[in-house]
Every structure is written in C-alpha cells, then in structure tokens.
C-alpha cells in the first residue's frame, strides 16, 4: 500500500512539472516575435522619410575665364591678349583730315612736331584696322613713347635723330622707306604727302618678314575694376590751342575734348567741329585723358623741336567729367611714363585714353 502510494506521488510530480515547462516554452517565442515586430515597425517609420526626400545637388557654375586689354581694360579674346601692338605715326595737317584707324586705337598720343602743328602716334592692341593712315614721318620723342609699349614703330622716313634714335634703341621698325611691296600705298582721294596708307595685316606681313616676334608683353597704367570718380575739379571741357588760323591755314589747330554725361565719354573736337573717323564715320569717343606738360624748343631752322619726355614733371587726369593733378616720371629712354597722384600711381577708368603732350608754354582751359 504504501509502495502504491509513492509511485502515484511520483506521477503525480512528474504531471505537474512536465506541464509548467511545456507552458513555459510555447510561451518565449511569442514574446521573442512580438518584440521583432515591434523593431521592424520602429525603424521602418525612421527609415522611410529619409528614402522618400529629395536630394537636392548643387548646381555646379562654370565660370568663363575673361582676359582683358593690358592698354585699355576693356574685354579682349585670349587670342589677342599677347599681340604685339603696332605704333603708327599719323599725319594732323588740316588736308590730312580725317584719318582712318583713330577710333580703333587703344591710345593716342597728339604732340608738336613741326612749329605749332600735332602729329599723332596711335597704339592699336586690341583692334587691327584694315585701314590706318595718313602715315607720316618719325620724330626721336615719338620713338621714345612707342618704345613703353614695345610697338612695332610704323612710319615713312623721318627727321635725322627719329632715325638715328630707330636704330640706337633697337626699334621693331616698319618704315615705308624701306619696306616690301604692298606694305604701304597711296590712295587717291587725298594729295602727297598726307595720302600714305597702310593696313594691320600688311605691318604684320612685314613683321613676319623681318622675323620679328609678334608676340610681346605690354605694360601701361593698372585699371579700376568699376567705373569711378577721382573726386577732382569740374573738367567737362578741356582745350588746348596749338596754333590760331593764319595765312594759307585759315583753320588752326585747336584740340578739345567735351564731355557727354550720358555715355560717361568725352567726345572730341578739332577746331570746334566733332571728330570722325574715315573708316566708319565714328566720332571720336575717348574715356580718359591725360595731359603731359613737357619742356620743348625748336632746334633747327625746319622748326623741328627737342621735347623732354624722359624725366620727371607735371600734369592732369580727366575722366568721367572731372580732373585732378598729376606728376609723371619716365626714366630711361625705353622704360615707361608713370602718372602719379599724392605719391601713388593712378588707375583708369576701362576704356580709350588720350595724351596730349603739352609744352609748359600753352594754356590747358578749362571749364
């Protein structure tokens, strides 16, 4: 009896336990899969706003390389950043007007060079004329000035020391004197000796031929990358008399500059009327110009003068229809002339500049 009652205890324990472990088992998988459902669903509301934004890429901007005229600022191709400029003298009798190229050149210089009669030496960098004349003879300040910007010096002939000072300072020379054929013509609508002509593409065919390099690095004055005000004295019109009418020159030779507030330009004026140019009926704009006070005398009986350009001395920047004054110093014969204002070199504003080398002795008026 008590042998029964021991194995119906022990099934009894058996039972008892057997059941509780099978509850605990079918019970931890449950658990286990409710708790991964839970995660799923967690990361799945943090995942999918970011897979459904919109990226947004930056726009990559390209930006044009410019490249600009080192003797006027203004824009320029690649191309032609490096060209050689061309230096070519160009006749002011009165018959002589108007002239082709003016208003394609980068800078001009007007100087005396026989008694009170101007001569221009235009410096073209940035445009090549098909057409550019009359061409006249050299003079040794001309020489000097084409040098600043190692030019090609294009003239026909020239005064003893022009020539001399040619070939004592080496100057890439174009003279019509000695040149091939076609550098140089004659055209007819105007009489010798202002009726000489020449073109770009012929100065450069004559470079080439002298094995000149047509390449060269240019230096001038730095430009301001806005257009700005010096802050000077009113300069809305400048004047310079050279020479009043006389005998068989009954027109004189009056240069003015008059200011148009409009353009931000000075137009220019020779014996009060507007200035063209022959090759486009253009009148003659200019943006900066500047007045070089020089010493000078008349050294031979052909009234062919000595101008001191190499040195040091005094004169006035006009731009955007005000002036201020200016020193400038050049100091060698090849080096280039610097305009200073308050002990600081000055800028220009983009665009054309003038230069009008004027002896001490005449009057600048200015209103």
């Known amino acids: 009896m008590k042998k029964l009652m021991l194995l ?32 799923i669903i967690e990361v799945k509301e943090k995942v999918e706003p970011e897979i459904n934004e919109v990226i947004e890429v930056p726009e990559i901007e390209i930006v044009e390389e410019k490249f600009y005229s080192k ?16 230096a070519v003298m160009l006749d002011n009798f009165y018959t002589a007007r108007p002239q082709a190229g003016l208003s394609q050149a980068d800078i001009v210089f007007e100087i005396l060079a026989e008694g009170p009669i101007t001569r221009y030496m235009a410096i073209f960098q940035s445009e090549y004329p098909n057409s550019i004349g009359p061409v006249r003879s050299a003079r ?44 140089f013509w ?7 000796p202002h009726n000489m002509y020449t073109s770009s593409d012929a100065i450069l ?19 301001y990358k806005e257009d700005t005000k010096v802050n000077g004295e009113n300069g809305s019109i400048i004047k310079i008399r050279y020479k009043d009418p006389v005998g068989k020159d009954l027109v004189g030779y009056t240069s003015e500059y ?21 090759n486009n009926d253009e009148e003659i704009t200019v943006k900066n110009i500047l007045v070089q006070f020089a010493k000078t005398r008349v050294i031979d009986d052909k009234l062919r003068r000595d101008i001191d350009i190499v040195g040091t001395g005094s004169g006035l920047y006009f731009t955007n229809g005000e002036y201020i004054e200016v020193t400038w110093e050049k100091k060698t014969e090849s080096s280039r002339t610097i305009f200073y204002s308050n002990g600081e070199e000055i800028k220009l504003n983009v665009g054309k500049t003038w230069i009008q080398v004027v002896p001490y002795s005449l009057e600048v008026k200015i209103d």
């Open 8 to 39: 119906i205890s022990i099934f009894l324990f058996i039972l008892i336990v057997g059941c509780s472990s099978s509850s605990v088992v079918s019970d931890e998988p449950e658990k286990i899969e409710e708790s991964v459902e839970v995660n």
């Open 71 to 86: 003797l006027s600022g203004e824009e320029i191709d690649e191309e032609n950043i490096n060209n050689r400029a061309f």
């Open 140 to 183: 040794p300040y001309f020489v000097k000035k084409s040098l600043e910007f190692n030019a090609f010096y294009t003239h026909v002939g020239g005064s003893p020391q022009g020539l001399t000072d040619i070939k004592r300072l080496n100057s890439y020379d174009i003279d019509a004197m000695s040149c091939a054929a076609n550098i």
């Open 186 to 192: 004659r055209v007819d609508h105007k009489k010798i």
């Open 205 to 223: 065919k004559e470079a080439n031929r002298k094995k000149y390099n047509t390449d060269g690095e240019i230096e001038f004055l730095d430009f």
């Open 258 to 278: 008059r200011y148009d507030i409009e353009s931000g330009l000075y137009y220019r004026y020779t014996n009060s009327k507007r200035y063209i140019d022959e």
